[in-house]
């Protein structure tokens, strides 16, 4: 079944050089393959894909999400790299200083080059 099985996300970019430039010099990943339909990375065991498309950024949901042991340390590094978080005030997702408190989880979003919703977050220890 599925369930049994890596996921890998697709995202759509408008500019794909642009798109390149991002998750490969602000974000660090190297392209795994690349051609003109699309080039995939490698995060961890997943693999997602940036393609080419004039509907980039239209989704105002998160497209993609990682786990990370220490959020607050990874907003941090982001933001050195240039890395602009959201601030959401809405009834029950309010952050303070781009991070919200979900009482199971930290969580951070941004955008990226192409203005995708991109989130981090930190589960809580039971």
Do not use: C
Not at 41 to 46: A, C, Q, W
Not at 63 to 92: K, N, S
Not at 93 to 105: C, M
């Amino acid at each position: 079944m599925l369930k049994d099985h890596d996921v890998g996300a697709v995202l759509p970019a408008e500019d794909m050089e642009r798109a390149r430039r991002f998750y490969e010099e602000t974000l660090g990943f190297e392209p795994e393959s690349a051609d003109p339909q699309g080039v995939m990375h490698r995060s961890g065991s997943s693999l997602f894909t940036v393609y080419p498309t004039q509907y980039a950024g239209m989704a105002q949901h998160t497209q993609v999400g990682w786990l990370v042991e220490d959020l607050r340390a990874m907003v941090t590094e982001l933001r050195e790299r240039g890395i602009r978080f959201e601030e959401y005030d809405f009834p029950g997702l309010k952050t303070e200083d781009g991070i919200a408190d979900l009482e199971s989880e930290l969580a951070a979003w941004f955008k990226d080059s192409e203005g995708n919703i991109l989130g981090i977050f930190q589960r809580r220890r039971a």
